[in-house]
T-cell receptor, first 115, second 110 residues
Framework: NAGVTQTPKFRILKIGQSMTLQCTQDMNHNYMYWYRQDPGMGLKLIYYSVGAGITDKGEVPNGYNVSRSTTEDFPLRLELAAPSQTSVYFC??????????????FGPGTRLTVT | RKEVEQDPGPFNVPEGATVAFNCTYSNSASQSFFWYRQDCRKEPKLLMSVYSSGNEDGRFTAQLNRASQYISLLIRDSKLSDSATYLCVVRGGATNKLIFGTGTLLAVQP
């Protein structure tokens, strides 16, 4: 049981480049989330999904896109990378609100630098 | 005003000390409350949920005061391994969305 896995672990992008951050969970969780964490700051929600085919914006969605074609995968797409997107990105998953637990399980993170 | 506010610290304490962290939240409709722990350059992990009646897990005690919109975490007999950032987290709404505080850094010294 790997939990939540993310790839890549590190990436350096040039301004204007695009990339996809991969996230996969094997816990059969319906809910999945993408957060970013800037130095000395709390986690900010970018996008979330309550099930395959359903996504919605979080607090800071601009510059990002997501899709959820399967229960397991929730990729995050960065189009036209900007220095302001330099951050650590965490993917998480959980049961639904009325499920057995409110706990969100986090992946190990992707450290992204845009220069 | 931030939705979840914490003292950023750092709290530097000797081994064996008792240390308390506080947190306030702004949304009175918030439904669930948690403390997450985040080690340096690692992902957050749930430490404990916080209930109105207060709850204890070994050396850790969490308290919630809904009237004052205040959450606390007490760590007794601090260990070196307790060194980490402690995130106060509040859930509101039907989608299990969590609002994170910026975290309080604890450094336990030998």
């Amino acid at each position: 049981n790997a939990g939540v896995t993310q790839t890549p672990k590190f990436r350096i992008l040039k301004i204007g480049q695009s990339m996809t951050l991969q996230c996969t969970q094997d816990m059969n969780h319906n809910y999945m989330y993408w957060y970013r964490q800037d130095p000395g700051m709390g986690l900010k929600l970018i996008y979330y999904s309550v099930g395959a085919g359903i996504t919605d914006k979080g607090e800071v969605p601009n510059g990002y896109n997501v899709s959820r074609s399967t229960t397991e995968d929730f990729p995050l797409r960065l189009e036209l990378a900007a220095p302001s997107q330099t951050s650590v990105y965490f993917c998480a998953s959980s049961y639904p609100v009325r499920g057995p637990s409110y706990e969100q399980y986090f992946g190990p993170g992707t450290r992204l630098t845009v220069t | 005003r931030k939705e979840v506010e914490q003292d950023p610290g750092p709290f530097n304490v000797p081994e064996g000390a008792t240390v308390a962290f506080n947190c306030t939240y702004s949304n009175s409709a918030s439904q669930s409350f948690f403390w997450y722990r985040q080690d340096c350059r690692k992902e957050p992990k749930l430490l404990m949920s916080v209930y109105s009646s207060g709850n204890e897990d070994g050396r850790f005690t969490a308290q919630l005061n809904r009237a004052s919109q205040y959450i606390s975490l007490l760590i007794r007999d601090s260990k070196l391994s307790d060194s980490a950032t402690y995130l106060c987290v509040v859930r509101g709404g039907a989608t299990n969305k969590l609002i994170f505080g910026t975290g309080t850094l604890l450094a336990v010294q030998p």
